[in-house]
């Protein structure tokens, strides 16, 4: 068991996500930053789909009531265990009785933090992952409170893992200011007007404080859509549609005033015009992104996409080989 | 590869990232158009496509989720796109659907107490939002336009947004549809189970939250539970599914408190019907068809 003497900004339980009920309305949830949760279930020797902890700028303060070996990725950060500072990207043994305690994060937004075995919550369609907005998964399907108690799962075949076997540098997610999001065009991309395409892959979008689990809202120029006869059934403004689904990722411009972004919690449909998705991998990126950071969007093929994707993937069979090597 | 990919019936499909295909069958609101993306998206279904984790239909347009780790989504456009052309020769007009009947106060004083507090955000400040959807679509009062929506059925077109929602569309001629902008700028607050109305369509938010439609009233009973399952929800957290009818049955505060206390002790049973809904039978006769379809309520 772990005791939540301090919950943190927002933090939740999460896994790899939830498959299957897109159609009915439920979005993936699941990590935000799908490489960083990875690696940390990696360094404590769980299976991919380990529910760890993800925090928001801020993390909990946890006590520990039993043995554990953890580790923390993502965001930097400040981290005590029993007051002391321990590393980041590295497996860490905790004693029973121990308190870790996290700092506000210094660069990027979202700490990781997995235990051996995994969180254990009920499952619910599929996955440990919690969904607030319905009050699904996780634990109690909310953000956690102070007194919660976490319960570990205990894996009957761990696979052993040393302590303080560390990430190399070049492997760890390095936040960044600016950064370089690829998108692939698509969707109702032909709805807006050329001006507004060259603009959406020339100019520079600001975070606005507006950005969570559900969407980032970016700020910059004005995007404008082709002028057409609204089809029946879309509303009046130009970056209107009949309700459609929204991919995740994916980004519009309501009114074409600001620009947002979908993320893992966002809501699976609506009725503005979706114009490009960001890829898979550069989710990851953006959900270490902040207030006022920003991006510029550049636009890239369906199959840099899956080859920056399988790059990732094999990044990771590198550091599980790495890992258990050293095991 | 072009940004878009023509299929031989009209639709165009794109890639949605790596991870989604994104296929328009139409632009412009209109029941084939949705019956056929229920065809569709029934074909995508029995396919069972190696990698393909979710299937999306929506009003006139479905998306696909593939999972890009097992299946290559370049690999799954060509099976869309054979699915479309052995689709293009049949017209599906007839469905499997229910009929589910919705106890609903309309003008409850809950859904007042938000939009009230929400004026600044309307179209109208000085109107009720039932008093605004009244008099923008030609009735004299507030209970003429509740009669308009509430004596016919209403078809779920479009089950998203969150679980539990959908946006349904009434089954009337289309002289007769209502319609209504959102508000100016969405709400922060709805009440959980309130019937909201926006364009053309009408939905029960599931969970109290953000929202932009219209407020007509409250329906007694839930549209999704998870916590303490009870009747349809022991199989399904979620009640609606795309093609269900809906019928909403104006009902008074005394038998809302009543249908609340079942609801909260797990008794209630919900009135479901089961019935084939023929899209060409409700061309020829839009006024006669749906009336039979409420008979097969139980």
């Given at each position: 068991m772990i005791t939540v003497v301090q919950p943190g900004l927002y933090t939740t339980v999460q896994d790899r996500g939830r498959f299957g009920f897109y159609g009915v309305g439920?979005?993936?949830?699941?990590?935000?930053d799908q490489y960083s949760s990875a690696v940390a279930n990696i360094l404590v020797g769980n299976n991919p789909d380990a529910a760890v902890l993800e925090t928001t700028f801020l993390g909990p303060t946890l006590e520990f009531e039993q043995d554990a070996n953890v580790a923390l990725t993502g965001a930097s950060v400040d981290i005590t265990l029993d007051g002391i500072s321990i590393p980041l990207w590295t497996s860490v043994s905790v004693k029973k009785g121990q308190v870790l305690a996290f700092g506000g994060a210094i660069a990027g937004v979202r700490n990781y933090l997995a235990i051996t075995g995994g969180i254990n919550v009920k499952p619910m369609m599929g996955s440990r992952s919690t969904y607030v907005a319905s009050h699904l998964g996780g634990y109690e399907g909310r953000v956690l409170k102070p007194g919660d108690r976490l319960e570990i799962l205990q894996d009957s075949e761990p696979k052993e893992v040393r302590v303080g076997c560390e990430i190399p540098e070049d492997l760890r997610v390095t936040p960044r200011a600016h950064q370089e999001i690829r998108i692939v065009s698509g969707l109702c991309?032909?709805?807006?007007d050329p001006q507004s395409q060259e603009l959406l892959i020339s100019k520079p979008f600001t975070i606005s404080t507006e950005a969570n689990r559900t969407g980032y809202r970016l700020k910059g120029d004005q995007l404008s859509f082709v002028e057409r006869r609204q089809?029946?059934?879309?509303?009046?403004?130009?970056?209107?549609?009949?309700n459609l689904g929204y991919p995740v990722g994916s980004l519009q411009a309501p009114s074409g005033l600001e620009l947002i972004c979908l993320m893992?919690?966002?809501?699976?449909?609506?009725g503005y015009a979706t114009l490009a998705t960001v890829i898979s991998v550069d989710l990851d990126i953006l959900s270490q992104?902040?207030?006022?950071e920003t991006v510029s969007f550049e636009s890239v093929s369906l199959e840099t996409a899956l080859q920056l994707r399988s790059e990732r993937a094999q990044r990771l069979r590198n550091i599980a080989e790495l890992v258990n090597s050293i095991a | 590869m072009s940004t878009y990919t023509q299929f031989v019936d009209g639709s165009q499909a794109s890639f949605g990232g790596d991870e989604f295909i994104f296929v328009e069958v139409a632009t412009d609101m209109d029941l084939e158009a949705t019956l056929r993306v229920i065809a569709l998206t029934d074909a995508v279904s029995s396919a069972e496509?190696?990698?393909?984790t979710d299937i999306c239909p929506a009003h006139v347009s479905y998306m696909v989720r593939i999972d890009p780790d097992i299946r290559d989504p370049r690999e799954v456009l060509p099976i869309l796109e054979e699915i479309h052309e052995r689709k293009a020769?049949?017209?599906?007009?007839v469905i499997e659907s229910r009929i589910i009947e919705m106890p609903i106060l309309y003008q409850d004083p809950w859904s007042h107490d938000v939009l009230m507090r929400f004026r600044d955000r309307?179209?109208?400040?000085?109107?009720s939002d039932l008093e605004y959807c009244a008099r923008i679509n030609g009735f004299a009062s507030v209970d003429e336009f509740i009669s308009a929506h509430s004596s016919r059925l209403h078809i779920a077109t479009f089950v998203a947004f969150m679980p539990g929602n959908a946006e349904c569309y009434q089954l009337v001629p289309k002289d007769l549809q209502l319609e209504a902008p959102k508000y100016v700028r969405p709400r922060t607050d709805t009440p959980d189970r309130a019937l909201g109305f926006g364009g053309a369509f009408s939905t029960i938010y599931p969970v109290q939250g953000a929202g932009g439609f219209q407020l007509l009233g409250r329906c007694?009973?839930?549209?999704?539970?998870?916590?303490?399952?009870?009747?349809?929800?022991?199989?399904?957290?979620?009640?609606p599914k795309g093609g269900d009818i809906f019928k909403y049955r104006p009902i008074d505060m005394g038998e809302y408190e009543e249908i609340r206390q079942q609801v909260e002790a797990g008794t209630y049973k919900y009135r479901i019907g089961v019935l084939e809904f023929d899209l060409s039978r409700f061309r020829e006769d839009p006024i006669g068809y749906p009336l039979t379809l409420a008979e097969a309520l139980p």
């Open positions: 439920f979005p993936p949830s699941g990590s935000m991309h032909y709805l807006l089809p029946f059934g879309a509303g009046s403004d130009p970056s209107n549609v009949v893992r919690d966002a809501v699976t449909g609506g992104m902040k207030f006022p | 496509i190696s990698g393909v020769q049949e017209s599906k007009l309307h179209q109208d400040p000085n109107a007694a009973v839930p549209v999704y539970e998870a916590k303490q399952p009870f009747g349809p929800f022991e199989t399904n957290a979620v009640l």
